[in-house]
Structure formats: C-alpha cells, structure tokens
C-alpha cells in the first residue's frame, strides 16, 4: 500500500501569480502513521510570497513565525489516505488524490506506443572502427586526417585493466581482461588547427568486435541517463592512462616522468618495476572533461577491445 504523507495546496490570486508562483496561501496536510491529521496554513502577507525562495516556499519555510502559523489536528483513519501500490500504467489509482487537488481525473487512460527516436537515450558507440582507419574524413573543424599509431605494449598481469587519469587513479575505470601483452594505438586526428589524439585503444585480441558497450562502474545506471549522456573517465591533467589495475605511480613523479615528457610528445611509458606492471599515458583529446570508454566484445562476448574515444570526430559530444 502508499500512504499519501504529505500533500501541499497553493492558492494564488490571478493566473499571472500563479506563474510567478507569488501565492497567497500555502497549506500543507500531513499524514502520520497513527491517524493524526496535521493541516498547517501559511500566508503570504501584504507583498505576496515572491520575497521568498522557491526552495524556501515548498520546503515548509517562509517568512512566518513558525509559531504563529495556523495548525489544525485532527483525528482520521489512516485508511482514508491508503490506495494499493500500482502496477506500472495504472494510473487511475491516484484518483482520488487528484480529486483532492480540484482536477477532474478521465475516467479511462489510454497507453499508446510511441516510436523511439534512434538519436535518443544515452550516447551510442558509433563509428569507433573508423577513428583507427588511416585516411582522410570530415569533423566539425573541417577536412582531417586519421593516421593510427602504435604506442606501445602494455602488461597486464592482474586480468583487471584500468584507465583513468594517471594523476587521479583512486577510482579508476576497469575491465575484465585476459593477462598478458597487448598493443595500444593512438589515433591522431590531422587538422588545419593541429594534431591531436582523437581516440586511443588496447587491443586484446585479433577477432573485430561485434558489439560495443560502455564501461561503466558497479553503481552507475544506463537507464539514468538522458539523451547523448554517458558515464566517462574523468581528466583533470589533460591526460588519460592503460594500466593494471594493481599498478600505482609516485605522484612527486609525475611531473619530470609524465606530465613534462608529454609537452613534446603524444604518449609516455611508464616502465613496471619487477613487481608492477608498466603504464602507457596520452594525451587527453584537446584537455581536460569526460570521456567515454567503450568495450568492443567478440562473438563470444570476450573483450576484444577497449577504446577511449576524445569526441574530435562527433560534432555534438555527450554530457
């Protein structure tokens, strides 16, 4: 069952009001377990309501002494204010409340299907194969030039790979991924502004993926997100890192082995000692923000791939 806590009227003097929300009464019911009824009215005073914060006015707070606020008690059967919970689409059960408010409820609802638009909901794996295709190809800047490179082998000895920023990897993005040495490529995008790293990938196996998906952490939710949004690896110093997840870096260090090297250059190795595995740093795109990291699975479902893409190619990018 729903128990209809607390219900909040506002009344207003003309529609004009009631868009710059400046009401004239607020009155709040309040429901408790025990079938007491509590009905508080505020009032807005001579200069209305609009002195207020929104947040303030629906949060209960005004500019009224609390104390002097009008209280009714009033005994009622909790059951009065009890409907069953609602199977999804089954509107009508709140009925009644509406009834309450003034509204005058139809007497049937009717659910059609709507068609969903495919540029809708979070933000699609799309074209990931052609970031690592040399050969000339439109973006938002203009005419470009993909040319992939080679950046190194990395070693992952743990089966869990991490990327993330290398000078922030407390919460590292991870994934599942056999032991061994694999290749990592950069694709450099060539424009009339310059070259920058559009997209960088570690590849663990031969076969082309057949799907992709996004990486995402144990409490994130697709189903959160709105249009062209995604759950990315964050930069904060312009740089984004593959490495075990095991491995762990000196943070003095970073700077002279890192950070300085990159100013020259598109990517760093970090080399393991003999208990740590290495890490293999890049350029982040054009700076600092989010960005996506996809998964491309094989048949099989096994991670062939796991790419990082900066959005030079797309002219819209996610949130």
Same mark, same amino acid.
């Given at each position: ?19 710059s929300f400046k009401w004239d009464v607020q009155e709040t019911t309040t429901v408790f ?56 689409g089954d509107w009508q059960v709140f009925a009644p409340f509406l009834a309450q408010q ?99 990938? %570690?590849? =663990?196996? +031969? ?5 992709? #998906?996004?990486? &995402?952490?144990? $409490?994130?939710?697709?189903? *959160?997100?709105g249009e062209g949004e995604f759950y990315g690896v964050g930069v904060d110093t312009g740089? %984004?890192? =593959?490495? +075990? ?5 000196? #943070?003095?260090? &970073?700077?002279? $082995?890192?950070?300085?090297? *990159? ?57």
């Amino acid at each position: 069952m729903l128990l209809a806590h607390r219900n909040t009227r506002w009344q207003f003097s003309t529609e004009q009001e009631r868009s710059s929300f400046k009401w004239d009464v607020q009155e709040t019911t309040t429901v408790f377990a025990d079938g007491l009824v509590e009905v508080r009215s505020e009032f807005a005073g001579p200069r209305g309501a609009s002195t207020q914060p929104l947040h303030a006015r629906t949060s209960g707070r005004s500019s009224v002494d609390p104390e002097h606020v009008p209280v009714r008690l009033s005994p009622a059967p909790v059951e009065d204010f009890l409907c069953r919970a609602p199977e999804f689409g089954d509107w009508q059960v709140f009925a009644p409340f509406l009834a309450q408010q003034g509204h005058e409820p139809a007497t049937t609802v009717v659910l059609n299907d709507v068609s969903v638009d495919e540029g809708s909901g979070p933000l699609r794996a799309t074209g990931i194969e052609q970031l690592f295709s040399s050969g000339a190809c439109d973006t938002p800047d203009g005419p470009a030039v993909v040319e992939p490179v080679d950046a190194g082998l990395l070693r992952i000895t743990s089966g869990q790979l991490a990327v993330s920023d290398p000078g922030w990897i407390r919460e590292p993005r991870t994934v599942a991924v056999p032991p061994g040495e694999f290749l990592v490529t950069l694709s450099l995008l060539r424009t009339t502004y310059g070259v920058d790293v559009a997209a960088a990938k %570690v590849t =663990f196996s +031969d076969i082309p993926p057949r799907e992709w #998906e996004m990486a &995402l952490r144990p $409490d994130e939710d697709l189903g *959160l997100l709105g249009e062209g949004e995604f759950y990315g690896v964050g930069v904060d110093t312009g740089t %984004v890192a =593959f490495m +075990d997840a095991t491995r762990t870096v000196i #943070e003095d260090e &970073l700077d002279e $082995d890192l950070f300085i090297p *990159l100013d020259g250059r598109f990517t760093v190795e970090l080399p393991g000692t003999e208990s740590e595995p290495n890490l293999i740093a890049f350029r982040a795109g054009r700076g600092d923000g989010s960005y996506p990291v996809w998964i491309g699975r094989t048949d099989d479902g096994q991670v062939g791939c796991v790419v990082v893409d900066f959005q030079l190619h797309s002219s819209g990018g996610g949130e």
